[in-house]
């Protein structure tokens, strides 16, 4: 968790030092800045924001560059980004002291977990959205994971070179020489990734019945690997050859794994299948990403050394009370450090009592966000 955490020209907080208790909330006015921190916080564990991607969106106006500084328990995190005369962004990490060049380090060295009701895209958005979700979580609890998939990368990324020369045909052979090893690694991705998605499946299941009553056992999530793995992705490659050559790239394959949200609905004819989201209203759909985040978190405090940081932002006006007494109950009845927003002052009482009712040792500490400017709230502390 952050215990220390620093703060230069991201949006309108021009300049943030703050030391943060396990449960932290934010609360302030319209624009006064509450998105804007924990985009921040955001930025250091991903290297991107939860809005814009671009940097020179989120870097304050008439300024060159950002920073993001936090102390964990463990680490020191830095990273910074800067703008060159043409907008052009450049980044510099640091993990205790040392240049890193990847953004990996940070994201295992700062889980960060936002709790984003409206954040529907990530059902909307297609496959890749929701392979993140499976592998974000798969990256933290499975040491092994990021070394596969790596490996898998760069052998995929041969392939479809060599898919898309010119003289493709005459090179099927060398085509084939990846198919071993890229095999290998789809098959080690997919077992990962099982391993957590069932684990994950459970909680999913739980947490729907807490937040949609209505529909648990009719709502689950469905894994697919990319192909099948009964058959193996060897002999697929082989038998797709030709069509791959056509294509220019490799179309099965552990890349193109999913983790879809069906919804079971049963009729005079049978049953339906259909994605979740496309017959969802907008209020359910809020429950159904708030179930999918916290059945994240309960997999990832299963494991004992991991203590993500939850980010929940506006928290009363995207949930109703039901939700928001599931959402806290489950959020402070785990190993986690808590930074919630609001606009209203009563919120952060409320924070205040579930955790006192608790009898947990857990610190707590209330902060007023004004025009970019953060300050601890007196009493709370
Ligand atoms: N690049 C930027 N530089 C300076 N200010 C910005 C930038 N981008 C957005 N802002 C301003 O930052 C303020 C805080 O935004 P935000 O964090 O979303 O507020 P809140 O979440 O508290 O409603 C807004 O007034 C917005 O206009
Ligand atoms: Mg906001």
Not at 45 to 71: L, N
Not at 179 to 207: S, T
Not at 223 to 251: H, N, P, V
Not at 329 to 357: F, H, N, R, W, Y
Request: aromatic share 6%; with cysteine.
């Amino acid at each position: 968790m952050i215990t220390q955490l620093q703060i230069t020209h991201v949006r309108n907080l021009a300049q943030i030092s703050l030391t943060l208790a396990d449960c932290n909330v934010f609360v302030g006015r319209n624009g006064s800045g509450k998105t804007s921190l924990l985009e921040a916080v955001f930025l250091l564990s991903r290297g991107k924001t939860f809005r814009h991607h671009e940097p020179k969106r989120y870097i304050s106006h008439h300024q060159k560059s950002c920073t993001v500084w936090a102390m964990t328990g463990s680490d020191m995190l830095a990273v910074q980004k800067n703008l060159d005369e043409r907008q052009l962004a450049t980044t510099v990490l640091k993990l205790n002291g040392q240049t890193v060049t990847t953004q990996s380090p940070l994201t295992y060295a700062l889980p960060v977990l936002p709790i984003d009701p409206s954040g529907m895209t990530v059902l909307e958005e297609g496959s890749h959205a929701r392979r993140q979700m499976l592998d974000w979580l798969t990256f933290h609890v499975k040491q092994e994971f990021y070394g596969e998939w790596l490996a898998y990368q760069r052998l995929l990324k041969q392939r479809n070179l060599l898919l898309k020369s010119p003289r493709v045909r005459e090179r099927a052979g060398e085509v084939r020489a990846w198919d071993n090893q890229l095999a290998y690694h789809a098959d080690k991705l997919h077992q990962c990734r099982q391993a957590v998605f069932e684990r994950w499946q459970v909680c999913f299941d739980e947490m729907m019945g807490r937040l949609l009553p209505h529909y648990q056992g009719d709502i689950y999530l469905s894994y697919q690997a990319g192909f099948d793995d009964k058959t193996g992705l060897l002999s697929i490659l082989a038998s797709r050859l030709g069509s791959d050559m056509e294509l220019g790239y490799t179309r099965v394959g552990a890349h193109r794994a999913d983790v879809m949200v069906m919804l079971k609905q049963s009729g005079d004819g049978g049953h339906i299948k259909s994605q979740a989201v496309d017959v969802l209203s907008r209020g359910e759909k809020k429950l159904l990403i708030t179930a999918l985040r916290l059945s994240q978190l309960q997999v990832m405090c299963a494991y004992q050394q991991i203590q993500p940081v939850v980010l929940v932002d506006d928290i009363d006006a995207e949930l109703d009370v039901g939700a928001m007494n599931v959402l806290l109950g489950t959020l402070l009845s785990l190993p986690c450090q808590l930074m919630i927003t609001s606009l209203q002052d009563e919120t952060a009482e409320m924070v205040a009592q579930k955790l006192s009712a608790l009898h947990e040792s857990r610190t707590f500490k209330k902060f007023h966000v004004k025009q970019g400017d953060i300050t601890p709230d007196e009493c709370s502390t």
